[in-house]
């Protein structure tokens, strides 16, 4: 199949609707899809999360996944940070004119696949298509809409001094795969992004401790940028044991040549978590027991000194500062 | 007695040291960002003094270096390849990243012999690769050449400024008690030069780029040092051998010849660099452009001279953290993360 997207396609027309029909209805389709103007959806118990997020990732497929699972995972996690149950999307498609049918496909193919894993339904949506060089293939924007218990309240506000610190698995995976799937280093290695949908071991972390204070996915600026912003928002300190900081071979590898900080490398499926010290086993324990989370692992505490500031224990015993995030690293990494 | 064979037992003896007081330069900005990195400034006794010395390519290198860049950036319509480091360094008049904006073509390359096929894919252009380094990288600039010559491209041409460890050795002697020499270079270029060093009084210790293998070479420095008596020992035999590499050494040889070199903030020392021979003068952006001098200095009041010879302390600039800092540096050791400055900055908790 030859066939690409052109500006009919987002006319409203017919090529419009034969691109809902047989593209988004066919992959993304479920008892709450419309084409109406808007989805009509039963009222849910409990206070409500909502949020939404953009992705322009540069390219649109990469080693472990595409834009289009990135696009679910990326406002499901945002969803399940707030201990949100995710229900409802909705998703935003700006289409470049030439982009082909098949690469749509494949993407609309991996929402239906990403939204059905994490239990979330894409009830309405929206295509537009931009001349050639007005956006780069595809940029997608989602929007979620998710239930939180009454007794669930995180925020990076909620951090308290003596909490432990816990990350869901190895860190900067999702930029070192879209740093090597450009290719303008000449570095061959084997790294798939970590990108996944993450409500379920959420959900599993809340059943043991309800009153978690902290989850915060580690998207843009990776757990570095996470924990320097916790400790400004919440008056605290952090202390991390670099050794205990998980990073693939593979990872260490690529960044110890290029000079990067494993820990500002962008991840998509891996979370921060700050909970209270007597629980911080439990938890960790049900995040190892549950898929995409197996890597947990607890790399420090919240301290009630050195306000502000992340502090490293490095790997031969000395202290120092984990240098504060500076430029941006990678551009449209997600 | 501190068992000095483990990882914790090197940190106690570095940090309890209490003997004669010790300066230690170590000549490589790798070595500076580690030492850095595993905060291990943080925990070495008073006694023990650490100097980050002029091993960081970008930060020795010129003001007026990056004023011939832009010389052929923007009056002579060059394409300039470079090492990303290179183009945020202030010059007299402007940095190639202000060249850029300009209008100028400032490219961004990984290694030389990326620049060079770029020349060979792009005929119409003139492209110039700003050759800075030490002897580590310098083969690499050369077989650059090397290739231009075996494609036939008359369109690539290095702005040399690669310098050589040797001269500055010398010329910082008095700055310090010890080197830390940088494993690298020493890779290449041997032992033979620290031995000679050691018979004329200039101690030091090759180390290596781990944090273990860092602490191993600082302990081993502290404990000769102390005894008083010139000293040379090779903490990196897994890597550097007494020979080096002499096929690097003999490439260099072919194309290269010694030169005065200019050191930022240091100024210049007799025969501490390497330019291009006379044969390969087409290929030597200096003489096929006809650069004019550049002489006309900006006074900045940057004291990276100063702390490249270990005589203040990046914070003890009046500079430093104010108007010098990593989104606007004055001084090159504020650009690299390997300068000194920047290091100082970004671990030192000053942002």
Not at chain 2, 114 to 123: I, L, Q, R, T, V
Request: proline share 5%; aromatic share 6%.
């Amino acid at each position: 199949m030859n066939e690409v997207i052109t500006l009919a396609h987002g006319s409203g027309g017919r090529k419009t609707s034969e691109l809902i029909g047989e593209i988004f209805r066919k992959n993304l389709g479920n008892e709450y899809f419309t084409a109406d103007d808007a989805a009509v959806l039963p009222k849910p118990e409990g206070r409500i999360a909502m949020s939404t997020d953009g992705f322009i990732v540069s390219p649109w497929k990469y080693p472990g996944g595409n834009i289009g699972r990135l696009a679910v995972c990326g406002t499901v996690n945002d969803l399940a940070c707030m201990g949100a149950k995710p229900l409802y999307l909705t998703c935003s498609y700006i289409i470049e004119e030439g982009l082909p049918i098949e690469d749509l496909e494949l993407i609309a193919k991996t929402m239906g696949e990403t939204a059905r894993e994490a239990g979330v339904n894409i009830v309405a949506g929206d295509t537009k298509v931009a001349g050639k060089g007005q956006v780069d293939k595809i940029f997608i924007t989602t929007a979620g809409v998710g239930v939180i218990d009454d007794n669930v309240n995180t925020s990076g506000k909620f951090a308290k001094p003596g909490d432990k610190i816990i990350v869901t698995g190895d860190v900067g995976r999702h930029g070192t795969a879209i740093l090597l799937a450009r290719d303008e280093y000449g570095i061959e290695a084997e790294v798939t992004s970590d990108c996944a949908p993450l409500w379920e071991p959420v959900r599993k972390v809340l059943e043991v401790c309800p009153e978690i204070h902290v989850i915060r996915d580690a998207t843009r600026g990776g757990v570095g940028t996470v924990l320097y912003e916790i400790a400004d928002e919440a008056g605290v300190g952090i202390k991390v044991n670099r050794e205990d900081v998980p990073v693939a071979d593979e990872v260490r590898g690529v960044t110890g040549l290029l000079g990067l900080e494993p820990l500002y490398l962008a991840c998509e499926g891996r979370m921060v978590m700050m909970c209270p010290a007597d629980k911080a086993d439990a938890v960790v324990e049900v995040l190892k027991a549950t898929k995409y989370t197996e890597g947990a692992t607890i790399i420090g505490e919240v301290t009630d000194t050195e306000i502000g500031r992340v502090v490293m224990t490095t790997e031969v015993g000395g202290q120092t500062y984990l240098p504060k995030p500076g430029n941006e690293l990678l551009p449209r990494i997600c | 007695m501190t068992s000095l064979t483990d990882t914790s037992g090197l940190r106690k003896y570095l940090e309890e040291y209490d003997g004669p007081s010790i300066r230690i330069m170590e000549v490589c900005g790798t070595h500076t960002h580690e030492i850095f990195r595993q905060g291990i400034r943080n925990f070495l006794s008073p006694k023990i003094n650490l100097i980050s010395g002029p091993g960081c390519p970008v930060c020795v290198t010129p003001a007026s270096y990056i004023d011939e860049a832009v010389f052929l950036a923007l009056e002579k319509g060059c394409t300039i390849t470079t090492f990303g480091d290179l183009v945020r360094v202030p010059g007299n008049q402007k940095s190639l990243q202000q060249a850029r904006a300009e209008g100028g073509k400032v490219k961004v390359v990984y290694s030389p012999l990326d620049a060079e096929k770029y020349a060979k894919a792009h005929p119409e252009e003139q492209v110039v690769f700003l050759s800075v380094g030490f002897e580590t990288t310098t083969p690499s600039d050369v077989i650059a050449v090397k290739n231009a010559i075996k494609d036939g491209i008359d369109n690539f041409s290095l702005l040399t400024a690669n310098k050589t460890m040797p001269g500055a050795y010398e010329a910082m002697a008095s700055s310090t008690d010890a080197y830390l020499y940088p494993g690298h270079v020493h890779a290449i270029i041997g032992t033979k030069l620290c031995r000679d060093l050691c018979e004329r009084g200039v101690s030091g210790t090759i180390a290596g780029f781990t944090g273990e293998e860092l602490l191993t070479a600082l302990a081993v420095t502290v404990k000769k040092a102390s005894e008083g008596k010139p000293f040379f020992v090779n903490a990196y035999p897994r890597v550097v051998t007494d020979e080096g590499s002499p096929a690097a050494c003999a490439i260099v040889d072919k194309f290269m010849q010694p030169c005065d070199a200019e050191w930022r903030g240091i100024g210049t020392i007799p025969l501490s660099g390497v330019e291009l021979k006379d044969e390969f003068a087409v290929c030597d952006a200096r003489k096929k452009y006809s650069i004019p001098k550049m002489d006309y200095e900006r006074k900045t009041g940057c004291k990276c001279g100063n702390v490249l010879q270990g005589q203040i302390k990046p914070c003890e600039c009046p500079l430093f953290g104010k108007a010098c800092n990593p989104d606007h540096p004055i001084g090159a050791c504020m650009v690299s993360d390997e300068g000194a400055c920047s290091a100082f900055y970004m671990y030192g908790g000053q942002s």
